[in-house]
């Protein structure tokens, strides 16, 4: 699902909403979740999972061209872990194999 798929789904569930303010409340929640990991905090959704930041320490890598070693810097990456509910509702939705597309109960 992308932003504008989001976005159509929300206004066509609250028709009350105009698609535009169905964007600026998408688009709102999201900035407001960047900034917030932008400044180091964690965000917990109940039932859906948080978002933290992650150190990735710095290491040596190759270039894949020439093999020569480079310098990867430190990294601080967003990281979701999903939450309980999430994890059993996916689980519940997996099809069952590659050529059936029914879901288990």
């Known amino acids: 699902m992308t932003r504008s798929d989001l976005v159509a789904r929300l206004a066509d569930r609250f028709a009350q909403l105009t698609q535009r ?62 939450g309980k509910a999430l994890r059993e509702s996916v689980d519940a939705h997996l099809p069952l194999g590659p050529d059936d597309s029914t879901t288990e109960p």
Do not use: C, W, Y
């Open 21 to 82: 303010d169905t964007e600026f409340a998408v688009k709102t929640i999201l900035d407001a979740m960047s900034d917030a990991l932008a400044r180091g905090h964690r965000i917990e959704i109940r039932g859906f999972g948080s978002f933290a930041i992650n150190r990735r320490p710095p290491r040596v890598g190759r270039n894949p061209r020439s093999g020569e070693q480079v310098v990867i810097p430190e990294k601080l990456v967003p990281h979701f872990k999903p």
